[in-house]
């Protein structure tokens, strides 16, 4: 494991910092491609929630992905990487009036909206700007995922999409509107979902729907199946990508697109966590009666999902080949829920040694704050690194 990371690139860089392996990264892009592209109609778009640093994104744009937005502020760093304004497609429950304005004057794809007021607000605004704008509607499905509580987002008590019941309300009043056109079907059903099954479930309920469609002699353009592809957290270096192949082939195999009708994904954790890892240094072993503490100079400021999900990342002490001892790894912010593993087993640690929390590409560097007047972790690849 050791030689997987230029501990000697390290020495000049200020911990803690997200280190990206960048070859990885390609790897996982060309297998996406390549499994998308065996389907003519499938196309793939990454979410950038997950990860907006402007060195992954110049990559992920160079593979030909297009960008999928939840902000303007996202709108804005998908331009500046060079993704394509036809292949960036905005979503999100709360588009402000700037948003939406930043997204017509952009001509983007598609607005994936998700209420009739909001609706009214495009048209409005698209309005005073004599455009178009084209627009899915997001609908929530009702279907569960077997995932964390707080990133399900397709069930009925969620805050996201349009019930099903007003989906055909919704096209008829944007089919009055002069200043919007309905292109397609938005969906979205949770994240971090490692069960196949629950896409199928999506699969049934999006046929379902287009049966409904159909019987009102509807037939969208585009049917958007969002993302929610999962990764393996527990074998990052034996299951370094998640299973492109099968998710594809799910819904190549379960759901009856009409003749003409495009696909579309909007992957974000299953592009980037595997690449990254969060690196940050020992400061302290502290031994008490009933434990030892590895104290590290990253926090939950730096990477907040095991205090926020409870989430699991493999972490591994990467300086040292010495036996295994257990350790609780915590940080130095101070609240109790700083803590990143509890009962972990790594190689011996004694303070200066490098810890590597791995698969932490996702919903790490983004989601960082500065609480305790921290400053935020840079981020880094492999390629600048090499340098």
Not at 166 to 190: C, P, R, T, Y
Not at 263 to 273: D, Q, S, Y
Not at 332 to 343: A, L, M, R, T, Y
Not at 351 to 356: K, L, Q, S
Request: proline share 3%; aromatic share 10%.
């Amino acid at each position: 494991m050791k030689g997987t990371f230029p501990l000697k690139s390290f020495e000049s860089v200020v911990t803690p910092f997200y280190y990206y392996d960048a070859e990885l990264l390609r790897e996982t892009l060309k297998t996406i491609t390549s499994e998308a592209n065996k389907y003519e109609n499938f196309t793939v778009h990454y979410a950038i929630k997950a990860n907006a640093n402007p060195k992954i994104l110049r990559i992920i744009k160079e593979a030909g992905l297009g960008a999928d937005c939840v902000s303007g502020g996202e709108i804005s760093a998908a331009a500046d990487a060079g993704f394509p304004n036809n292949k960036i497609v905005y979503a999100g429950v709360g588009k402000s009036d700037w948003e939406i304005e930043l997204g017509l004057d952009k001509d983007i794809f598609c607005f994936n909206v998700e209420s009739i007021e909001e609706l009214e607000v495009i048209n409005e605004i698209a309005g005073k700007k004599n455009k178009v704008a084209q627009v899915a509607f997001r609908i929530n499905p009702n279907v569960g995922a077997h995932t964390h509580a707080n990133i399900t987002t397709g069930l009925s008590e969620n805050k996201f999409g349009i019930a099903m019941e007003d989906m055909i309300k919704v096209i008829e009043i944007a089919s009055e509107m002069q200043n919007v056109k309905f292109v397609g079907l938005h969906f979205h059903i949770g994240s971090q979902i490692l069960d196949l099954g629950d896409f199928k479930a999506l699969c049934n309920r999006v046929n379902d729907l287009q049966d409904e469609l159909e019987r009102h002699h509807i037939c969208p353009e585009h049917i958007n199946v969002g993302g929610g592809l999962g990764i393996d957290y527990a074998h990052p270096n034996r299951v370094p990508m998640a299973d492109f192949t099968n998710y594809f082939n799910t819904f190549a195999k379960h759901l009856k697109l009409r003749p003409g009708q495009k696909l579309h994904f909007e992957l974000g954790r299953a592009v980037v966590a595997p690449c990254g890892s969060l690196i940050t240094k020992v400061l302290y072993v502290k031994k008490t009666a009933h434990k030892q503490f590895a104290i590290v100079d990253a926090g939950m400021t730096d990477l907040i999902r095991p205090a926020l999900y409870q989430a699991y990342h493999k972490i591994e002490n990467i300086s040292s080949e010495d036996n295994a001892e257990t350790y609780d790894v915590v940080g130095p912010i101070c609240e109790s829920s700083d803590v990143f593993g509890k009962q972990i087993d790594l190689n011996k640690c004694v303070r200066g040694h490098y810890i590597a929390i791995r698969s932490a590409g996702a919903y790490g560097e983004i989601m960082a704050s500065g609480y305790n007047c921290r400053k935020l972790p840079l981020g880094y690849t492999s390629d600048e690194l090499a340098k």
